[in-house]
């Protein structure tokens, strides 16, 4: 099933009764916003407030067009300031039904989902301020959920990574240790170790030593063969 958000961007509020000076400027502006002409109605406002800054319809229809030309941030000042100085619960739901579209369309869900709550406080029955409650509910549980997977993901990851660092560090003793006994017992081209060599090398000086000893002795013995004389 298609999923999609309804966004309610409410019209500036017209109003009743307040000095005439005030009222023009506003009514101008009201009628700049209906032709879309956003920049004109925003400076049509700001005269209004130059009248009377605590005007609360002029300030919410001066977050209205910031809000038509992509300013956002100067948006939401403007509603919170209306939501400070605004007594009607009606226009007041209005004011934070708005800060709740702009959040919603930036993925701040958590405050999304709070403004919504209060506009529903101020006006329990605006059934499409429930809709983007609800569904900026799930869109957050879906996030959580998405932000959670990618934790863990990551964390599977980071372990793998550590477990195959331990096995090379392992790998790479193992063969240090060997490279260390090789060198401590050096092999010749038939394969006898350094140690074998000289252990054979001293025998066999052992036994001409003892040849030798052994002729010296020989030679020392009186001879038992008479010499023959002479002619």
Known sequence: MRRFTLI???????????????????????????????????ILYRKALEKNPDNSQAVYNLGCALMMQ??????????????????????????????????Q???????????YKQSLR???????????LALCQKLKKDDDQNNQNNQNNQNNQNNQNNKDNKDQDKQNQDKNKNDDNN??????QNGMS??????????????????????????????????????
Not at 12 to 41: E, L, T, V, W
Not at 75 to 96: D, P
Not at 203 to 210: G, L, M, T, V, Y
Request: charged share 30%.
């Open 8 to 42: 309610l961007l409410l019209l500036p509020i017209a109003i009743a009764s307040m000095a005439q000076a005030d009222r023009d400027f506003i009514n101008d502006g009201n009628r700049k916003y209906h032709k879309q002409d956003f920049p004109a109605a925003e």
């Open 122 to 132: 101020n006006n329990p029955k605006d059934d499409e301020t429930r809709y983007n």
């Open 194 to 231: 350094r140690e074998n060599a000289e252990q054979l090398l001293n025998a066999a000086i052992q036994d001409e030593k003892n040849t030798q000893q052994r002729m010296e002795k020989a030679m020392q013995q009186p001879s038992s063969r008479q010499l023959e004389k002479n002619w």
């Open 105 to 115: 369309n930036k993925k701040l869900y958590s405050e999304a989902i709070e403004a």
């Open 70 to 103: 992509g300013k956002d941030s100067a948006a939401v000042e403007q509603y919170e300031k209306a939501s400070k100085i605004e007594k009607n619960k009606y226009r007041l739901s209005k004011v934070y039904h708005n800060i709740g579209v702009i959040c």
């Open 183 to 188: 060198k401590q017992q050096p092999q010749d």
